[in-house]
């Protein structure tokens, strides 16, 4: 199959959406097929009768299901799928922890997958190394410690332990005494491949490297990307929903990057052409424009792909990815790794610096989160599989219907899912914050470095300053950089104010004022630039 010509281009700030995709790129189709939904270990088994079911939209569902909505319950014949969709494990796979740039050279980064407590450092060579994140004297956090010497060292006591998680010193142990041989930290093996740093999350069987994703794209001569960190408030799932659904794109990020439209909203068209253990893969597109065919892909545990390869107008094939990595951050609470790039640089990336388009990605997230918090909220409480809650169109929400049901087939494997016919919530459910709205989002994104209003210098996942700046240094860096030259400037006015005051000749104070004029300016753009950077997107619709 040849790739055909694409008459239309990407914009640079589309780093959030989903991209079109010729055919030449996707897999050869074969016969679509489910494995049956499983039964969540220690959870609730759902039947197609269902529990609770909405008795007054029965009947009318029943009527439009075949032309509109999605089928409810899917026959599946694939025996080899479901075997190995049995024995499915979450340990058994690679998560994305960081980017290795963002990674600190100088000091511990606390981490989280589902609910494991990790801690990634680099040692003394610079090697990345990763352990359980609890001292095994106390259990204090060994992320709260310090890097001595390339050795992680527990704030608590002042225990050491090396690359390998061995305890080297203890500074209380008497002269010419053992350290105990239990006295370990449990590690984890990590790769950084392609600039992601990844973990092996079994603790008995050794890494797989055959399932450490490996995105083509980012090897070819002249492919560039950019990356970003975001710490988001609500579960994983959630977040990998509202990455493949391309409906909403138009809808939610109307004019964000330029090229969301309300007005080109309309139906879409899927073709499931692959069901596996892992995930599944197939095209979508506009019905609009049929001729521009979309590739998605989603492989366990946590991977979304979009990839656009075409050829231009001077006959050369481009290929612009993204790469959506979404790593479970505990219940309530995701981090995703965001990478997109192309082999064809667009002159505003070279024109505008990097944080301008780390802040639009975050606008892009800030425009979701209210109603993504909120469904994550009802998912928790309601604890029914996502069917009984869900009116998927055909039209639209394919994606999530395909994604929610492959969390039917291995979700057994996993610590809490909410699949489409099964599920097995959380033992504990988290306390999951709402993402504020009208003039208290206002105040709270006013002060990133404090946390919002009332809570000096705590944590706040809603807020852009710890969800993003934190984990960016180009970020953090440009907003040290743009506070001194505010505060800078701001000294200069002022000096040049009060000089005027002091000229002796109507010419030199005209020279002086004008000066403090231009510097105040200059203060003013400057702190313009630091509240693009670190506060949080309102709509006008919420703000009061």
């Known amino acids: 199959m040849t790739t055909p010509r694409a008459t239309t281009t990407t914009s640079p700030f589309s780093s959030l959406l989903l991209l079109p995709i010729s055919p030449s790129a996707a897999t050869p189709p074969r016969r679509a097929r489910t494995p049956p939904p499983a039964v969540a270990h220690g959870g609730v088994r759902w039947t197609a009768g269902g529990r609770r079911r909405r008795r007054g ?292 990336v070279k024109v505008l610096p990097r944080w301008y388009f780390h802040q639009n990605a975050c606008k892009v997230f800030e425009q979701d989160m209210g109603f993504l918090s909120s469904q994550n909220e009802v998912l928790l409480r309601e604890k029914v599989p996502t069917k009984e809650l869900y009116l998927n169109l055909r039209s639209s929400d394919t994606w999530v219907a395909e994604y929610r049901r492959w969390m039917d087939r291995a979700g057994h494997g996993m610590p809490y899912y909410f699949g489409h016919s099964t599920l097995s919530p959380p033992p504990v459910p988290a306390v999951v914050e709402q993402a504020p709205a009208g003039a208290v989002a206002g105040m709270s994104a006013s002060f990133p470095a404090k946390g919002g209003v009332g809570a000096t210098h705590a944590p706040n996942p809603t807020n852009r300053y710890f969800r993003h700046v934190v984990h960016c240094k180009g970020c953090r860096d440009s907003v040290k950089r743009y506070a001194s030259l505010k505060n800078a400037f701001a000294a200069l006015a002022a000096a040049a104010v009060a000089a005027a005051i002091l000229a002796a000749t109507r010419q030199l104070k005209a020279v002086l004022l004008a000066s403090a004029a231009a510097l105040a300016a200059a203060s003013y753009a400057c702190n313009w630039v630091l509240s693009l950077i670190t506060t949080n997107f309102i709509r006008t619709h919420r703000r009061l």
Request: hydrophobic share 35%.
């Open 57 to 348: 939209c029965r009947a009318a569902a029943a009527v439009v299901e075949d032309g509109v909505l999605l089928p409810k319950e899917q026959e599946d014949d694939d025996d080899e799928a479901s075997s190995s969709a049995a024995r499915y494990d979450w340990r058994e796979e690679w998560y994305p922890l960081y980017l290795a740039k963002e990674v600190p050279d100088d000091a511990a980064l606390p981490l989280t997958v589902f609910d494991r407590q990790l801690v990634l450092y680099r040692d003394a060579a610079g090697v990345l190394r990763c352990h359980e994140d609890r001292c095994p004297h106390r259990l204090a956090k060994l992320s709260e410690g310090q890097l001595v010497d390339g050795k992680l060292e527990c704030l608590y006591h002042g225990w050491q332990f090396d690359g390998e998680g061995k305890c080297v010193k203890i500074p209380q142990l008497p002269d010419g005494a053992k350290i105990p041989r239990n006295a370990c930290a449990r590690s984890y093996e990590v790769r950084d491949s392609q600039g992601v740093v990844w973990a092996w999350m079994s603790g008995t069987n050794p890494p797989d490297e055959r399932k450490l994703p490996w995105f083509e794209p980012y090897a070819r001569p002249g492919f560039t990307d950019l990356s970003t960190v975001h710490e988001l408030p609500y579960d994983h799932s959630i977040l990998l929903e509202n990455l493949m659904d391309p409906a909403h794109v138009p809808i939610s990020h109307d004019r964000t990057d330029w090229t969301a439209k309300r007005e080109d909203a309309q139906p879409l068209f899927f073709e499931v052409t692959e069901r596996t253990p892992r995930g599944f893969a197939g095209y979508w597109g506009k019905q609009r424009t049929p001729h521009l065919r979309n590739l998605l892909r989603f492989e366990a545990p946590c991977v979304l792909t979009n990839t656009l390869e075409f050829v231009d107008k001077d006959g050369k094939e481009q290929c612009f990815s993204a790469h959506f990595l979404c790593r479970p951050a505990g219940q309530g609470k995701s981090m995703l790794l965001v990478r997109f790039g192309s082999t064809q640089t667009s002159p505003l």
